[in-house]
């Protein structure tokens, strides 16, 4: 099966809702031909998915979401379930980010858990990758990428590697 290639934007905890408009409006005219060569995934804060979702439900381009919660609802503080993303019109979920798994100490095993209910929900995991510089100079590049695929794809089919998506992103490169 031949995959397209995949452009995510994940702007982090960068660009309101004002900025999101803003930028969205100014770049969606010249979407629809990159999008010829690739799928298109913006990821903005939370706050700023509302009105980025109001701009991109007829478009080539897709939202994402940073993260999502491993609950369907309850007393969780500042977590967002896939129910709320599918509501929104949330495609993608990006999980496993390095930023997740050093400074909020997600594991993955829980990024497993996050993985299958973004699955279970439509939603299309972006699943990243990567090893830090101390890593790859020590030579544990492929120990580590092993680990963290294993763990955090662990039991999953064939049909649920269909759609997800793998983001190898080495910790050292990130800006």
């Known amino acids: 099966m031949e995959r397209k290639l995949i452009i995510a934007a994940n702007w982090k905890m960068n660009k309101g809702p004002a900025e999101t408009v803003e930028f969205i409006e100014a ?32 478009s080539v381009v897709a939202l994402s979401s940073q993260n ?25 979920v990006i999980l496993g980010h390095s930023e997740r798994r050093s400074i909020y100490g997600e594991s993955d095993q829980f990024i497993n858990a996050k993985v299958r209910k973004a699955l279970a929900a439509g939603i299309r995991p972006i699943f990243c990758i990567g090893e830090t510089l101390e890593e790859r100079e020590s030579g544990k590049l492929e120990e580590v990428l092993r680990t963290q695929v294993s763990g955090g794809l662990a039991d999953l089919t064939v049909e649920h590697m269909a759609d997800v998506v793998v983001a190898y992103e080495p910790v050292w490169a990130i800006g």
């Open 27 to 58: 770049f969606l005219p010249g979407a629809e031909e990159l999008s010829e060569k690739c799928d298109i995934v913006i990821a903005p804060p939370y706050v700023s998915i509302p009105a980025a979702a109001a701009l991109l439900a007829d």
């Open 68 to 92: 999502v919660s491993d609950q369907d609802a309850g007393a969780f503080t500042g977590e967002v379930s896939t129910c709320m993303l599918n509501e929104v019109g949330a495609r993608y």
